[in-house]
């Protein structure tokens, strides 16, 4: 806004916020339509991404472009991040316009049916040794619906001056071209190199967790300096999105080893190591960010584990011995119950630091009188 504009919102301001969000919601309604038709059953197109295929050019074709379009996507979001933070665009910002298109683009590829994990996540032949269980992704649905919720409001009028918003912005655009390069990777025609799609992954969470770095660091050591609003509608769906592509990231990791034919003492060890991997991670950012929200996610992760392991041990198909399977699903277990002790001291923590600032105003206000207060204020 101008300087010395009025921040009260017109109805022409509403007009373009609606509006944005009316333009995305049909853009993702025609975008999924057209990539339905491009990738219909029996198409050329479809059964490019759908057939296992060897190492050609082709596949590599995709997969240099899917990269190259990722490292472009970072060299802009540097050099023109301040550029997206400030700029005003039709009485709306450029960040709340590049947010909800950049979630639009990513609906439209993630409803495409053409990844591993389309139609054929759970059967027996695609368990590695650190696959959730099939109720674990359930989680994707409370995370896209949130986030949608949260690029309506942030596309609202009263949202243009937070800059808070405004900070997060590039890392959450970053994250969603990031999901949407994966799709491209996590298909059957490029099983022999699932390594880009761990690192589209990882990318996702890396992003994520630069947007969860403004929530947390500029926190006031007693109190939150961010309202409820900020805490529910914007760092609760990104702060489970990031932790989810975390353990993500890691299934992924366990999937190259399975698709590679590496030796099975290979793959049960590495599994073990992102199940301590998993936990360490979840227990450092708890600590250090004080958020037990994201330790939870990771939790919800690795009882994911623990349920995928309890179907391997009930699967007379899989080779892997049973005290091996146990052995991993206690694990799982133990951590999963760590994780859970270490995000209750942190809510306790919270509540001991709130419980002690409302202290100590109290006192403030019994020591001093009132008029020596407003002097001091």
């Given at each position: 806004?101008?300087p ?14 609606l ?27 479809q ?21 190259a ?36 683009l ?10 591993i ?35 309506v ?11 808070l918003?405004?900070?997060?912005s ?18 059957p ?5 699932l ?11 890396v ?10 660091a500029?926190q ?16 609760l ?9 975390t ?15 590496a ?21 450092c ?38 005290d091996?399977?146990n ?12 994780l ?6 942190i ?15 109290e006192?403030?206000?019994?020591v ?10």
């Amino acid at each position: 806004m101008e300087p010395g504009a009025s921040n009260e919102a017109t109805w022409a301001d509403w007009f373009h916020s609606l509006a944005l969000v009316a333009v995305a919601g049909a853009t993702v309604y025609v975008g999924r339509f057209v990539m339905k038709n491009v990738f219909a059953p029996g198409t050329n197109m479809q059964s490019f991404f759908m057939t296992t295929r060897e190492l050609d050019s082709a596949v590599m074709g995709v997969l240099g472009s899917c990269v190259a379009l990722l490292l472009l996507c970072i060299g802009i979001m540097y050099r023109y991040a301040s550029i997206i933070r400030q700029k005003d665009i039709l009485r709306l910002k450029l960040w709340q316009i590049l947010n909800i298109f950049a979630f639009a683009l990513q609906q439209i590829l993630v409803g495409v049916n053409i990844r591993i994990d389309t139609g054929t996540r759970h059967t027996p032949d695609f368990y590695t040794l650190f696959t959730p269980a099939p109720w674990a992704f359930a989680i994707w649905a409370v995370i896209f619906l949130w986030e949608m919720v949260f690029v309506v409001w942030q596309a609202l009028p009263s949202q243009r001056s937070n800059n808070l918003l405004a900070a997060i912005s590039p890392y959450f655009i970053m994250a969603n071209l990031s999901q949407t390069l994966w799709c491209f990777a996590f298909c059957p025609y490029a099983q022999r190199v699932l390594v880009v799609a761990a690192c589209f992954l990882g990318s996702i969470a890396v992003s994520l967790s630069f947007a969860h770095y403004e929530f947390t660091a500029k926190q006031n050591y007693y109190r939150s300096s961010y309202t409820w609003q900020l805490w529910f509608f914007v760092q609760l769906p990104l702060t489970l999105h990031f932790g989810w592509t975390t353990a993500a990231t890691l299934v992924n990791s366990n999937s190259i080893l399975a698709r590679a034919d590496a030796p099975l003492y290979i793959q049960i060890a590495f599994s073990l190591f992102c199940l301590y991997a998993a936990a360490a991670i979840a227990l450092c950012l708890m600590f250090l960010r004080y958020d037990a929200v994201y330790g939870l996610t990771v939790t919800w992760a690795i009882w994911g584990v623990r349920g995928g392991t309890g179907l391997l041990i009930a699967d007379t198909a899989v080779t892997v011995g049973s005290d091996t399977l146990n052995a991993q699903l206690l694990t799982a277990e133990v951590l999963a119950y760590w994780l859970l002790l270490g995000a209750a001291i942190i809510m306790l923590l919270k509540l001991l630091r709130m419980t002690m600032y409302q202290a100590s105003l109290e006192m403030r206000n019994r020591v001093f009188p009132p008029f020596l207060l407003t002097d001091l204020e």
